[in-house]
């Protein structure tokens, strides 16, 4: 007798399924869900500026030569930060594509609409090997405009999250495929778990949670170590070929205040559902998110109960989805507070309601399996239209209840443009920075581009603390002024302490008349100080490879060789097995 767990796909099931018919589909809700964009502007999420002023950062650069920046070059009011070595690149690479293409205005939705599209494929790809074709291009629209990625889009604004979340359809289905098939998909899990981790950490932890009780599920079922063994492997590999990325932002938090991400309001214990709290703001969204979790928790309850019959026809995903979405659930309540506490990295997710990432992939194929085991093909079409009016009506409560703003890219720009800069974030400040005090702050961001821009180099007064212009003892040529190289020649008659527009960090590589020097950093704002003798002097300041970044990329060159080399022999052992056959 076959086990429940090797049973074969339901009739009509396989690779023979079309793509082309769901694709439609979920390109059709996709360009529904930014349809507001059209008409009243981007939706204003927490995150807009933040990702926008990145992408902007990023177009810039690579116009300078530097494709791979590692410097938010007009952080910090031009101050800079090391941004993009602690963000993952996939995010502000896409968008910066798009901006170079699209008027900056029209990028935000360009980016989600790409990503919903995404989303719904990955889903698709999942739902196809367990589902009738006509109900997988459903769950694949189901996930697409599930109400968490519409809650990323209109409340938050968390671009590279909602590329990580599209993502996980996709590591499940690899999973699964490398449970059953054993080595083959290893490539493919590692893969796509790299891709999750250089699109969004926090997805990158939960992803790495999340396979890792797929993993435990499958081990206990089979009552075999292999499934433990196998995932391991391809998370080893995964992580290897993120190493660039993961390795350097490791490695270098000690050398910026990275506890900024876990101020009191990003606690997770202040974070989960329905959480009371002083801050009327705060509590207002906390309780939106926390609507969509518990409707989604519903949901995907009523989804388990309506297709439990058909269950042992799933065979393993319908265990490993149900496990995922309990312990998904579970996470976002507060009896889960001692798992956040201890267990690694995991309270940098900040938010609990992260979670519903995973809870959405689960609510997507149960509700689409739950309609697929009605009887009547009229059922099934009035569950399907139900289904999608519940999303619509949830959508359009989100969308009527958040900040709409066209000006957010004008103003990024314009703050780029006027050689001013825009506002940096805590967590990325060099040590012993207090961005506040730098020349230009200011809290109201619509002022910035009408106060004059700090000069590229100027005089540092020790006795006062204070920066002040050169005069005519000094003289300053500065000849090259891009956001990973600086250069710049000085004449002085006396000694000087030059301040320069430029956080003090350790990456920073700088040479006196082709000399390393040691830059100081200015108390209170860590603005870098050069001590230089009286006299005629070349200083270049460039952003070196530190030799974590090093290491990092050694390591994902090794990993892309070694997974090609893996592809290649088991390529050889079938077409050997084929032709021995």
């Not at 000085?490 to 008349?513: C, F, G, H, M, S």
Request: with cysteine.
């Amino acid at each position: 007798m076959e086990h429940a767990d090797s049973a074969p796909a339901p009739s009509g099931v396989g690779a023979k399924a079309s793509w082309k018919i769901p694709f439609l589909l979920v390109a059709v809700a996709a360009t529904a869900a930014i349809a507001p964009f059209f008409f009243a502007g981007n939706a204003s999420g927490h995150d807009i500026q933040f990702h926008l002023s990145s992408w902007m950062d990023v177009a810039g650069q690579w116009r300078e030569g530097t494709f791979y920046p590692r410097w938010a070059e007009w952080a910090n009011w031009g101050f800079g930060e090391p941004r993009f070595i602690f963000y993952p690149p996939l995010s502000w690479m896409l968008g910066a594509v798009l901006g170079l293409i699209l008027p900056w205005k029209a990028t935000p939705g360009a980016f989600i609409w790409l990503a919903l599209i995404l989303a719904g494929m990955a889903m698709w790809r999942l739902a196809r090997e367990w589902l009738p074709e006509a109900q997988a291009a459903i769950a694949a629209v189901f996930f697409a405009v599930n109400p968490y990625n519409l809650a990323i889009v209109y409340y938050r604004s968390d671009f590279a999250e909602l590329m990580g979340v599209a993502l996980l359809p996709l590591l499940v289905w690899g999973a699964l495929r490398m449970i059953r098939c054993n080595w083959r998909y290893v490539p493919h899990v590692a893969i796509v778990f790299a891709a999750i981790w250089l699109a969004n950490a926090p997805e990158g932890v939960i992803a790495t949670y999340s396979l890792a009780l797929v993993l435990l599920i499958a081990t206990a079922r089979q009552r075999s170590a292999q499934p433990l063994l196998i995932g391991s492997a391809a998370m080893a590999a995964g992580f290897g070929l993120a190493a660039f990325y993961i390795l350097p932002a490791a490695w270098e938090r000690g050398w910026v205040q990275i506890s900024g991400v876990l101020t009191t309001n990003l606690l997770p214990q202040h974070n989960f559902l329905f959480t009371h709290s002083s801050d009327a703001e705060f509590q207002l969204f906390n309780w939106k998110i926390s609507g969509v979790a518990v409707g989604t928790m519903l949901a995907t309850t009523a989804a388990v109960a309506v297709a439990w019959p058909r269950r042992r026809s799933f065979g393993k995903i319908w265990w490993m989805l149900l496990g995922l979405g309990f312990a998904s659930a579970l996470m976002m309540l507060p009896v889960s507070l001692e798992l956040w506490r201890h267990l690694p990295e995991l309270v940098f997710l900040q938010f609990p309601w992260r979670w519903l990432a995973p809870l959405s992939v689960a609510l997507a194929l149960f509700a689409a399996a739950a309609i697929s085991g009605l009887r009547r093909h009229g059922t099934r079409q009035i569950a399907t239209a139900l289904v999608l009016v519940l999303i619509g009506i949830t959508g359009a409560l989100i969308a009527t209840s958040t900040w709409w703003n066209s000006e957010d890219a004008a103003l990024i720009a314009g703050e780029i443009q006027s050689g001013h800069g825009y506002e940096g974030v805590d967590e990325y400040q060099p040590t012993g920075d207090d961005r506040t005090d730098l020349p230009n702050a200011t809290p109201d961001a619509e002022e910035m581009p009408k106060v004059p821009a700090t000069l590229p180099v100027e005089i540092f007064d020790a006795d006062s603390g204070k920066v002040s212009p050169t005069n005519g003892d000094v003289k300053i040529d500065v000849q090259k002024w891009a956001g990973e190289r600086k250069r710049f020649e000085i004449e002085a008659d006396a000694p000087v302490t030059l301040a320069v527009r430029l956080l003090n960090y350790p990456a920073w590589d700088v040479q006196e008349d082709g000399k390393s020097i040691s830059p100081e950093a200015a108390p209170e704002t860590a603005e870098m100080l050069l001590a230089l003798a009286p006299g005629q002097h070349e200083v270049e300041i460039r952003f070196a490879r530190t030799p974590d970044r090093i290491a990092g990329d050694a390591i994902s060159a090794l990993s892309v060789i070694g997974l090609a080399g893996f592809v290649l022999i088991k390529r050889k052992r079938r077409s050997t097995k084929a032709g021995g056959a």
